[in-house]
Structure formats: C-alpha cells, structure tokens
C-alpha cells in the first residue's frame, strides 16, 4: 500500500482519502483497501451473537459493496464525511446514559458475581450423584438455579447489548453510516425501556422473596368521621382497579360499615406475583381534602385513612410465625352487608385475637366458618411478622396502637380535590394534577417514585452504618 499514501491521507479509522483526483487504477487501489477495512469490522461483528447486531453487520457488508462498486467505476473519488443526525445522536446518547444508571443502580441491589458463584455451586450439587436419589433435595436446588439464572441473565443481557451497540454505533459514525448509526440509536431507546422495566422488577423485590409473592392489604379510617369513611371506600376502590389492571386477584376478607355509611375499616387479600413488592410502598396515612358531599354548608373537610400491607405468611411457608393456643381467643359473629343465601344466618365470622400484643384479624368473606378461621389465621401470622421486623419498642408500639398516628402530619400523600387539584407523594415530591385519573387506579408513577426513593434510603442508611 506504498503507492497508496504518495496520493492519499490515511484516516484515523484506516480508510485511505485522496487528496488529488484519482486515475481508475488507483480508485480501484483505493476500493480495495476500503473494502478490506470493512470486512476486519464486518468479522469482528459476527463474533457477537445479537440478532440485531447480525443484521446491522448484513447492513455494513452492503454498503460497503455498493462502495466498492462505485470506486470501481468512477474516476473522481469523494471521501464520505460522517453524516449523522444530530437528533439520533442525542437520542442514542440520552438513552445509553439511561441504560448505564440503571445498570448502577442494579449492580448496588443485585451481587452479580456472588449469584454467579452461588449458581455454579448449586449446579455442582446438582451433577453430584446422592442428590437425585432424593427428589426433595433435587427439586430445592433446581429452582435455586433456575432462581438465580433468572436473576443474572436479564442483567448480563442488557449489559452486554448496550456495550456492543455503544461500539457498533462509534463505528458507523466513523464510518459515516448513517443509516446504520440511526438503527443502533433506534435500538437503544429501546434497550432503555427495558432497562427501566429490570430495575423496576429488581426494586420491587429489594426486600426479599416476600416481595414476590402475595400480600393483605387493610384500609382503616381516621380522623374525619363520615368523611374518613367514604374516604376508606374511594381508595379501596382506586386500589382495587390498580392491581387488577396488573393482573392481580383481590379477594375481600372484611368490610367494617361505617354508621352512616362508607367503611370504617376494610381488609383484602391481593394474589399474584410481586403484589407485595408493589403495595409496599403504600402503606401509611393518605390524606384528603374536598368539599365534603355530606356537608349541606359545603365547607372543606380533611379526612385520613391509614393503609398497612402485609406479606402472606400461611402455615405452611418457612417464614411462617408460631402461635400457641393459649395466646388466642377466637370470636365468631354473624357477617356483615350483601351475601349469598344463608351468610348472613349463621355464625361464619370469625375475629382471632392475639391476647399477648392486641392485634387481631377478622374473616366473613366464606360461609364455611373454617375456611374464615384458616384465612384469619393467615392474616395474623402477617400481622406478627410484620411485628417482628420492627426495629424498636418505638415502633412496635406504634405499630400495634394501629391508628395512633392516622392524623394530620404523619400522610405519606395528600389528595386534593377542592380548591385546586393535586395529588402529591411527600417523601418523593412527585405531583399530579389530574387527580380523577388517580383515584381511577392509574398510580404508577406514584409508586415507582416511592419504590426509587425507598432504594435510596436503604442505601443511604446501610452506608451510615457501615
């Protein structure tokens, strides 16, 4: 290639250009030279195993055969200058920087190469002969593989795609394909939905497996009266409408009617996976501000509702809590409201309470007293778990006075209807206007931002105590 740099410069991607018109042997000189640049990038791609990636590279071998082909027959070469929009650019560039915040924020919840070594270990066990003679043993350490893979790969995935399309698009700008740099852009936009929808799903079990599975949520009014009440009912509703519209069961296990109507309290079970790590962030006292409909005067009033969620914790469960006989005193009545034939005549209901703290746990959704008694069982085992995880007596004790704090002060959000209309998250700052839209059950930005702001206090607080 002597000959080559007496007419021509050699760019810094290794592509000959010419700085004098060229005679058509030396244009074909220079074609092959092209060509032969192209094909090193065209092999280097193949050895990467994205669908796209195998696409882009069919891409790049085409032009650059339509670039030999030209070079071939014209006399006067141009060399191409990049030629990449600038608003793809900015596209790619916004989107690969989302994709790298999460990939941070995923790497502080998730330990990659501990899974890695965890996996490796239980696929060990697994190729050991003595663990197939016992098939309970088997089962355990294939979903515990089948558990963490589910866990690295996603990650690993998403990490390796946006390096390799970050490359890809480096070399098309270079090359000045801009067609081929526009579809890597393309890509990465959507390389950071789904970013965003894995470091969703990882901030939703940041607590653990009880995260994944089912919970109890309970809705108790406050201060307000009548108000409180109905108040109880519009976010049982809103909440019910939410988790349906992810695909989650919502089975009622109590409704306590309030004197003129509404619901004093209310408890529901929620079936699916990661209902908990959804709901979780919803606990504490919502509050609300409107021209009340029960006010011939038509003042404001401010009512308070206090919701706890709860992880399932049935009998059966390893986390599941002991409860000695002698701690219980079980209660049955006759259920309340609308029913099947014969709910409402026999003693179906059933109250559990818990003599040693006080908490208690109501069912009268069956009308087999013994299926209400096994379902109130199951709430108050949550309910004592939940106990047990509190840091302090400070909390306990709060915990278990139940509505000692359901009050002014102590809202997580606030719901206003009159006289203007907003609905804000205080711990995260995140406002809507359309409150309507809210109090329909389209509260995913609410919730995400709690989730977010939840994973930053956690990492906040385990750095203070190290």
Known sequence: MRRVRSWATITRNGLARPRLPLRPQQAACLSIHASSTREALRRTLE??????????????????RARAAQASTQAHIAAPEPDTDAASSAAFES???????????????????GCKKRLANTRDELEKEDVWKDPHRMGDLSKEAARLAAEIDPVESLAKESRVLKEMYD?????????????????????????????????????????????????QAGAGGRESADWVEMLL???????????????????????????RSVTVKVDGHLAMGWFRTEAGVH????????DANKKRHTSFAQVRVFPESTSSSSSAVEIPAKDLRIDTYRSQGAGGQSVNTTDSAVRVVHLPTGLVATCQNERSQHRNKAMALDVLRAKLARLQEAK???????????????????????????????VKDHRTGVEIGNVTR?????????????????????DDAQQQRS
């Open 47 to 64: 050895r990467m195993s994205s669908p796209l990636v195998m696409q882009l590279v069919a891409d790049l071998s085409s032009a650059s």
């Open 95 to 113: 989107a690969y920087a989302k994709v790298r915040r999460a990939l941070d924020l995923i790497s502080q919840k998730v330990d990659i190469l």
């Open 171 to 219: 070399m098309a700008v270079g090359e000045g394909e801009a067609t081929i740099a526009e579809e890597c852009a393309d890509r990465m936009v959507q390389l950071a939905v789904d970013a965003d929808k894995l470091q969703m799903e990882i901030l939703l079990k940041a607590n653990g497996p009880a995260d994944e599975g089912n919970c109890f949520v309970e809705i």
């Open 237 to 263: 509703r809103m909440y019910t409408r939410w988790a349906e519209d992810k695909g989650f069961r919502v089975q009622s296990l109590h409704e306590s009617v309030g004197e003129g109507g509404g619901l």
């Open 287 to 294: 509050r609300l501000v409107r021209m009340s409909p029960f």
């Open 392 to 422: 302090d007596e400070r909390e306990r004790a709060s915990y278990v006075e139940g509505l000692g704090d359901n009050s002014w002060g102590n809202q997580i959000r606030s719901y206003t209807l009159q006289p203007y209309q907003l």
């Open 438 to 458: 809210v109090l329909d059950g389209d509260i995913d930005e609410l919730v995400e931002g709690a989730l977010a702001a939840a994973a930053v206090s956690n």
